[in-house]
């Protein structure tokens, strides 16, 4: 669907809310059990520059394991089901890590770990899990170091340790995708990660080969590759340096998806590249080219389903042609020739920029309704999480009486299910004496828990939905009120079990009389 550009975010609001809105399973009034909302609903949490955690480098555990609770929390109250924690800013590590050393934005020093010890991404990890959200560790495959970090490097980081693979380029130090050492070094990076911790996705971002810069004198400065392109050429490879380049990013892509399923196939890969992929596609699109500045040819990597999920950054509003969300988010649909999941991101932190470049928060309301008119595109990243934890604009209300009302699981995918869903769970119910609460046991018949439980309640003939974290095997149920004050008791529940690649089992329901 493609919006014409006069209508104002308000107007698109009321416009799509009258036919394109997920059903409301929290008021659902058939007879039947219905079916759960499926939506991806996610923020990147950034660590680079302390943009969203730990809020400045040096804090305490407690504090830092404070500040990331609260985050996960505002989660679950927006109903988000995922967030996207950044756990390597620049060859530096927010976890544990024999490959890399602890990152400056944590301690304040590279390479100190924090204290009293733990392991960030780990506490991440358990944390969301316990609050049935997905936890996705997002890297940056080639920054090597940010200009926002100020403590001494230290010996284990690889500009130090591997000097001839990384590269200074304006005031950043970039690995070279040419080099070899430096693509085997990411990739054994992020498969450690995979390895070790019980994450649900690895996220790349827009970062390939680095945006480009001029020098003083206005003039374009070259990527300093040429060793590592004189090399290839000298061992056999005829193509030009852009066309070389390009080749480079997508032998990674391809490889680190391949390798990640090697590992766990359910893991979800996901990247969000730049949200045009060249100027004129669609005809009317204007602004940079991400295929020939930064040798990223994401179309190739979503033609070619080399990702689970593909979340362009469609960072712009609903209206001018020239960037249009709608007509980008449209476009890409077109590419999606492997049916892999199309999640926009949306710059939500526009909600606290300065001046006229602020967004009202009814814009981002209307970009969550405009991608859900569009066929194929299922979800929504938010950048960045600051602006939902601090309600920028009031955006937290608005989504909560809109789009985010109920709750809702991440789209399925099939294509990685190696078994099928499991059987209908089988709840019991259990009275407590005063009648006001019922006790709801939920377990599987091989007694595995699930990743999720999905219960939804009947309270006469309103369904109401709630997602539950696998490990909890009971939920307590209680008499509601209406309007008029009179009690109404739950007459019956619907469960179903829900694995790691979203698959859900047959429902199990219980109906019961309250005293």
């Known amino acids: 669907m493609i919006l014409a550009p006069w209508l104002s975010p308000v107007a698109v609001v009321l416009g799509l809310l009258v036919g394109t809105a997920l059903p409301a399973s929290g008021a659902d009034k058939s007879g039947e059990a219905p079916a759960i909302d499926r939506e991806f609903r996610a923020a990147w949490i950034a660590t680079v520059a302390n943009i969203d955690w730990p809020t400045k480098p040096g804090l305490s555990t407690a504090e830092q394991q404070a500040e990331l609770i609260a985050l996960l929390d505002t989660s679950v109250r927006l109903n988000l089901n995922a967030v996207i924690l950044q756990v390597r800013p620049s060859c530096d590590a927010l976890y544990a890590s024999e490959l890399e050393p602890w990152s400056e934005f944590l301690t304040g020093q590279m390479g100190e770990a924090p204290a009293p010890l733990y392991d960030p991404l780990a506490f991440a990890v358990e944390e969301a899990h316990a609050r049935g959200l997905e936890l996705h560790a997002w890297f940056n495959p080639y920054r090597a170091l940010h200009t926002a970090a100020k403590s001494p490097v230290a010996d284990s980081h690889i500009i130090k340790s591997k000097p001839n693979v990384a590269k200074q380029y304006g005031g950043y130090w970039w690995l070279d995708p040419g080099e070899p050492e430096a693509v085997d070094h990411s990739i054994a990076v992020m498969i450690d990660v995979v390895q070790r911790y019980d994450v649900d996705g690895v996220h790349l971002d827009d970062y390939f080969y680095p945006y480009p810069i001029n020098d003083d004198a206005g003039k374009p400065v070259a990527f300093p590759d040429d060793a590592s392109y004189q090399r290839a050429v000298a061992t056999g490879s005829k193509l030009d340096r852009d066309d070389w380049r390009r080749q480079n990013v997508d032998q990674f892509v391809e490889r680190l998806y391949r390798e990640i399923k090697q590992c766990k196939r359910w893991v979800k890969f996901g990247i969000s590249p730049f949200g045009i992929w060249r100027p004129g596609n669609p005809p009317q699109i204007k602004g940079f080219d991400q295929y020939a500045a930064i040798y990223a040819d994401a179309r190739k990597w979503f033609v070619e389903g080399w990702l689970d999920y593909f979340t362009p950054q469609l960072y712009w509003k609903l209206g001018p042609p020239a960037q249009s969300y709608p007509a980008l988010l449209g476009w890409w649909h077109e590419q999606n020739e492997q049916g892999r ?25 209307a970009q969550i309704w405009a991608t859900r008119a569009q ?15 601090h309600n920028s604009g009031g955006i937290a209300e608005q989504l909560l009486a809109g789009p985010y009302q109920h709750p809702a699981l991440v789209p399925a995918s099939p294509w990685l299910a190696d078994s099928a869903a499991k059987p209908a769970p089988q709840p019991v119910v259990e009275h407590d004496d005063s009648g006001e609460e019922l006790l709801v046991r939920f377990r599987t018949d091989d007694g595995e828990p699930p990743w999720l439980w999905a219960v939804r309640t009947r309270y006469g003939a309103q369904w109401q939905v709630k997602i539950v974290p696998g490990l909890q095997s009971e939920l307590k149920l209680r008499k509601v009120y209406d309007t008029d004050g009179m009690a109404i008791a739950p007459e019956e529940v619907a469960v179903t079990s829900v694995d790691r690649i979203g698959q859900e089992s047959a429902i199990g329901s219980a109906t019961f009389h309250t005293p």
């Open 341 to 365: 999941h199309l999640w926009p991101g949306n710059y939500t932190s526009k909600l606290f920029a300065e001046g006229k470049s602020r967004w009202p928060a009814e814009e981002i309301i």
């Open 375 to 389: 066929e194929g595109a299922d979800g929504n990243v938010h950048f960045s999480m600051k602006a939902l934890a």
